[in-house]
């Protein structure tokens, strides 16, 4: 890709960037351009937060998922608070969100 490709990429990000209102998005590429500058981000993080995500990595293993739609289904309609699994579910859904 030449030079004058990516700067065209670049001011497009930046268009884009500046007409972002959704504070979540911009938290999120502020940490990803911030993540750049710094060590593995694992080592950032507090004991409790990587007990926690180890916790649900095993989960997954397990098969101790399910889809996000029935977390969503189950949490509207207040059985997710009574599943037989309720201990063992920390948010792992088989597909990633869309930002």
């Given at each position: ?28 590429l502020d940490g990803l351009r911030v993540s ?12 409790r937060q990587k007990k926690q995500i180890l ?25 997710l608070a009574s599943s037989k699994n309720n ?13």
């Open positions: 890709m030449s030079t004058a490709e990516l700067n065209g990429i670049k001011l497009d990000l930046i268009a884009w960037i500046n007409q972002l209102s959704d504070s979540d998005l911009i938290y999120f750049r500058d710094k060590k593995d981000w694992w080592e950032e993080l507090p004991t916790a649900g990595l095993k989960d997954a293993e397990e098969g101790k998922v399910m889809d996000s739609q029935t977390f969503w289904r189950k949490l509207r309609t207040g059985s201990q063992n579910i920390r948010g792992t859904v088989k597909h990633k969100p869309q930002l």
